[in-house]
């Protein structure tokens, strides 16, 4: 009964062990990849293989999960460039739970911030200017800019008289300029 118990256990555990040698990779052939994502070197099955790595909505491993391999094969992917590896909602990953355990992860888009900021338009150059001015002079206004850095077409100054402006330079149309705020640009 021993002998028969860890003939068993030495099966079940040799059957959980795989031994990736390089012999094992001549017969494996590598299959043809339509990658959404970048292509990952010899990253499938012991290394024998080119793989996809994951894109959005695609399974992965956690950085700080270390057991990455079942069975010789990796349990997620790498996740493509401008993609990271986050922790997976509940139920994101529900059609993997049998392949998956804990730092399950879920490939997601991260957004980049340009390191090179635009230089400043003129619009907002004057608003930094009269934002730190001490000079302060009756009919002053300090320019409202866009998200691109032209000028918001509707201003007003410090009286509460507004006014239409050119987009680019921020000429003030004289003809639109009255002592309250209904004017409309």
């Not at 001549?26 to 990253?43: F, R, Y």
């Not at 490939?107 to 608003?127: A, G, M, N």
């Not at 077409?153 to 050119?166: E, I, L, M, S, Y």
Request: glycine share 10%.
């Amino acid at each position: 009964m021993l002998k028969l118990l860890l003939l068993v256990s030495s099966l079940v555990a040799g059957s959980y062990a795989i031994a990736c040698v390089p012999e094992m990779c001549n017969s494996i052939e590598q299959p043809e990849l339509n990658c959404n994502g970048d292509v990952i070197k010899n990253g499938g099955f012991c290394g024998c293989t080119d793989i996809c790595a994951g894109v959005e909505g695609d399974p992965c491993v956690l950085p700080e999960d270390n057991s990455i391999l079942l069975l010789g094969i990796p349990r997620g992917v790498p996740c493509s460039q401008g993609h990271e590896c986050t922790k997976a909602a509940y139920g994101e990953l529900n059609h993997l739970k049998p392949l998956l355990t804990s730092g399950s992860g879920v490939c997601k888009k991260t957004f980049e911030v340009s390191t090179t900021p635009r230089p400043l338009s003129q619009c907002e150059q004057t608003r930094r200017v009269r934002m730190i001015s001490f000079a302060i002079w009756r009919g002053q206004w300090t320019p409202k800019c866009n998200a691109d850095g032209t000028y918001q077409p509707k201003q007003c100054d410090n009286t509460g008289a507004c006014f239409c402006v050119t987009a680019n330079e921020g000429k003030v149309l004289e003809e639109t300029k009255r002592n309250s705020q209904n004017v409309s640009c």
